[in-house]
């Protein structure tokens, strides 16, 4: 993956990591007393959708690396961001129903920027490993996402 592609990967991921609790907490503070009650649903479904669709695209692309080709497009990057992001998002709402939004932003600007230079050193030290075929990678982030909805709803279901 040249230089670009990966800079534009872990941007993609660090902004979805900061942007999506931050939407949360605005939501959390305008009207969280309406999504606190279905919050973790939203969560699990969007996760469980996400996921199942990973899981599917990865086995009718099955003999793709996920490192050669076109594999990751921007479209793809985004779609990783946004799956990556939803539990952050859930979170946010908790953020806006007990912080400030000065609060908030400072915080989800912390978490932008770590998840920028860890993506960049997961980046930098998947580059020097071998490829990954799409099929086993696709399965497992699908499995991982599904892990993250069923535990998500688990947690809510059980306060």
Known sequence: MSVGRWGLLTLILGLSQGLFPLAGAILGTTCGHFIEAIDHWIAFILLLAIGIKMIIDATRKEGESLTG????????????????SIDA??????FGLDSTM???????????TVTFAVS?????????????????SGIVAGAVLI??????LAEHLAS
């Open 147 to 152: 892990g993250i909805g069923v535990k998500i």
């Open 89 to 94: 998002f859930a979170v946010g709402i908790g």
């Open 102 to 112: 000065t609060q908030n932003v400072v915080t989800c600007t912390i978490i932008a």
């Open 120 to 136: 960049c050193l997961g980046v930098l030290l998947g580059q020097s490993g071998r490829r990954i075929p799409t099929l086993w």
């Open 69 to 84: 080709g076109n594999a990751l497009n921007v479209r793809t990057m985004c779609m990783l961001g946004v799956a990556t």
